[in-house]
């Protein structure tokens, strides 16, 4: 059998994986034009300029993603170890105070800005964390393997959530559950998760009293690098208190506008299953971040409960792509790392959409692909080149061995009777 090549063949690409990216991708550049009446009115920048350039993002993106799938998956591996360093010691720079390199928006410091990139460090340290787990729990073989590469992967996920806790709680808890699947992917022992899963659900649970007691309720400030958490106990509440409000006492405040307008956008939408029609959307104009945040409203208002349909079937498709890649898959770690990226995919969409349609508190999670944005367009594209690479080299490897078998049997002697 012939060794495998440092970049593999084209001819073994996925399919499957590059038709579901592009019909992201077209959904994007729609949602963008249609929910982007903001960007596109801009009194103090070009009329079509944010736009362009998310499209640019976009273009980028899907030229990184064929790059990184004919690479092969031990680089891949290699590389998310130099990504997950890299971007860790950009959160610990921003956790520093009076940073230059940090810049705030929307009253957090989530992005940093390195000679003139600016960029989420938070993004790159998702895929990072994801993939240096899963080559962790690739590497056990023996019941020993399954302790000690717990409770490692356990230690490095604790102080990176804790870190991206400071200025993105969503991010952080997010990230844990992605982590979590990945043990029960990967087979870890049911009375660790157990326990470990009881003592986070605890540790939340007394973190949203403790603040919500000690500082909101009393209304007192908090300072040092966990000074948002009252903002995120805040958005609980005022979900809670959404909830509880009867409709004839519901006033629209400031702090519950962005909801309230998603709602009725979907509200719209769901007039008819088809919604108002592409471009016809009236609440883009009224919401602030239609175009990043709450895109689904939107998309919802425009193309009603069909297009929501169609949006939810391509997530769950990518992970049903994604188990059955894995599923004929023998490089153990490749596999969970296949599985750990479309479920940051599939959940992180979800989520966004959740909070779009007012199921949950607001947390500022995009739509994988769609919502706008630079560093979140590209590391999708990132995911989605890794777990291309991850089918192809499958694909390649299997045909690899079976020419080599049908060379065996052609080469082996004759027997006549």
């Not at 990504?83 to 992005?111: D, Y």
């Amino acid at each position: 059998m012939k060794k495998p090549a440092i970049i593999g063949s084209r001819k073994y690409i996925d399919k499957p994986f590059w038709v579901l990216f592009i019909f992201l991708i077209v959904i994007a550049i729609i949602a963008l034009f249609s929910a982007g009446s903001k960007l596109t009115f801009d009194p103090e920048g070009s009329t079509l300029g944010p736009i362009l350039s998310q499209m640019m993002f976009i273009a980028f993106g899907v030229g990184l993603a064929y790059c990184v799938q004919l690479l092969p998956t031990w680089l891949l591996r290699l590389a998310g170890y130099v990504i997950f360093a890299f971007s860790f010691l950009c959160i610990l720079v921003m956790l520093v105070p009076g940073n230059p390199f940090v810049v705030n928006m929307h009253e957090a410091g989530r992005w940093i800005n390195i000679f003139g990139i600016q960029f989420q460090p938070s993004e790159l340290t998702k895929l990072g964390l994801i993939i240096v787990v899963a080559d962790q729990l690739g590497r056990i073989k023996t019941d020993e393997d399954y302790k000690q590469r717990f409770f490692w992967t356990l230690g490095l996920t604790v102080v990176t959530c804790l870190m991206i806790m400071t200025s993105n709680m969503s991010t952080a808890v997010l990230l844990a559950g992605i982590v979590f699947l990945m043990w029960f992917l990967a087979r870890i022992p049911w009375h660790y998760l157990a326990i470990t899963a009881g003592t986070a659900v605890a540790l939340l649970v007394l973190f949203y009293f403790a603040i919500e007691f000690i500082y909101v309720r009393p209304q007192k400030e908090l300072d040092g690098p966990f000074k948002r958490a009252i903002t995120q106990v805040k958005r609980v509440d005022d979900m809670i208190t959404a909830i509880k409000t009867p409709d004839a006492e519901f006033k629209l405040t400031d702090k519950n506008r962005q909801p309230s307008i998603a709602k009725v956008a979907v509200w719209r939408g769901g007039k008819t299953p088809f919604g108002v029609g592409p471009g016809n959307s009236r609440e883009r104009d009224f919401l602030s971040y239609a175009y990043a945040d709450f895109i689904f409203a939107i998309i919802v208002e425009e193309t009603g409960i069909v297009g929501a349909g169609v949006l939810i079937f391509i997530y769950l498709a990518i992970l049903f792509r994604a188990c059955f890649t894995s599923s004929k898959y023998e490089d153990y770690s490749a596999m969970i790392m296949t599985m750990g990226l479309a479920l940051m995919i599939t959940c992180q969409a979800f989520v966004s959409m959740a909070v779009s349609v007012g199921l949950g508190p607001v947390t500022g999670q995009p739509l994988p692909m769609i919502s706008k944005g630079g560093t979140s367009v590209i590391v999708t594209s990132l995911y989605f080149g890794i777990m291309m690479a991850v089918a192809r080299e499958q694909t390649e490897l299997r045909n690899r061995v079976d020419e080599s078998v049908r060379e065996s049997i052609a080469d082996a002697p004759q027997i006549t009777l």
